[in-house]
């Protein structure tokens, strides 16, 4: 393989890394406690749109510098959306081909992203397929599985280089709370968690994380029961977090604690949100929202001050045909205006 191009190919990646700011880190006061402080990283004004822009530009770095990507190398990944949405970006800007493996229920706006940067898609009808259909691929065009199950731990360097922990806490330096009581994200690789919680550790802060997760998820299951055999049938309900089973990226040894939330409160959280943002956010936003909002309510019944940060994952605008659409909502059995309701009850309480 010719280290030249893998030079330039790093060169490309490092210059478009340069061309992006960094993301924002959004103050929202908390209606019911002068106490406390909620703060929500928006990784949705990345180049393509998520927090998963992060991981693919590691995970190409990774498959580069390890010899396993060179000039004519098809590249394959597992995802439900994001990733592959980022993924293929990176491919285009290195000129390689890209096939994203995804159930047939992802939503319409990620694949057509997807299509829009030159990627491929092909789907399976169960969310537990992806990854072997990935793999088998991967063999037949003699190409390279990204499989950001397994490397999503180990590609992020939790140090430095890219680190969603190191931006934050950067961006925390000039308030009040510098060093956060809560840290709050969702696991679908289990990535982020791991970067998260090894970073924490690395810098002694005493800042705690938790970890919320869809319903139907293996996830909580494993962190509660220690059953890494756990299978569920069909997807989390939540784009781009929780999994049927357990993958190799997930660290339960870094978490703190881990919340499940039902998915119909995720949702209703998403158009809660909107009103609070200013903004329409994803899913897995929701979710994030939902846990944050419990911690927040903790904290201020035993009348303690500090700030809970989370992350704003992706944008609504990705979920326009889904979890914006009242049709869907409707086909999909989700009557929201209860949650909603309990939910802005709680937060301007």
Request: charged share 25%; with cysteine.
């Amino acid at each position: 393989m010719s280290r030249t191009w893998v030079h330039e190919a790093i060169e490309k990646l490092d210059a478009d890394f340069h061309r992006s700011s960094d993301t924002h880190l959004i103050y929202v006061p908390v209606p019911f406690s002068e106490k406390l402080d909620l703060y929500f990283k928006d990784e949705s004004t990345h180049p393509t749109g998520s927090l998963k822009h992060r991981l693919a530009r590691s995970l190409f770095l990774y498959g580069l510098c390890n010899g396993k990507i060179g000039p004519q190398t098809a590249i394959i990944e597992a995802s439900s959306g994001s990733t592959a949405v980022s993924e293929a970006y990176f491919a285009r800007l290195l000129g390689l081909r890209f096939l994203a493996v995804m159930t047939r229920a992802t939503t319409p706006e990620k694949i057509r992203r997807i299509e829009r940067y030159g990627g491929e898609c092909v789907f399976v009808e169960d969310a537990r397929e992806d990854r072997e259909r990935a793999a088998l691929l991967a063999t037949r065009l003699s190409g390279h599985f990204m499989d950001q199950f397994t490397f999503a731990e180990r590609a992020t360097d939790w140090r430095g280089n890219n680190n969603i922990a190191e931006s934050l806490f950067s961006q925390l330096g000039r308030e009040r709370f510098p060093i956060p009581t809560w840290l709050v994200c969702g696991a679908g690789t289990g990535g982020t968690s791991a970067t998260l919680g090894r970073y924490l550790r690395y810098r002694q802060f005493p800042t705690r994380l938790c970890v919320a997760d869809p319903e139907n998820s293996a996830f909580h299951r494993f962190f509660a029961s220690g059953d890494a055999e756990i299978c569920l049938s069909g997807g989390s309900g939540i784009e781009g977090i929780g999994r049927p089973r357990v993958e190799p990226s997930f660290l339960p040894e870094v978490i703190d604690r881990m919340e499940a939330v039902p998915n119909a409160r995720s949702l209703a959280a998403t158009h809660v949100l909107e009103d609070i943002l200013g903004k329409r956010v994803g899913g897995s936003t929701g979710t994030n929202f939902v846990v944050a909002l419990k911690l927040l309510e903790e904290l201020h019944e035993t009348d303690q001050s500090g700030s809970v940060v989370t992350l704003v994952c992706d944008s609504g605008e990705l979920y326009r045909d889904t979890y914006f659409s009242e049709s869907w909502l409707k086909e999909n059995h989700y009557a929201l205006s209860a949650e909603r309701a309990a939910l802005e009850t709680r937060w301007q309480r």
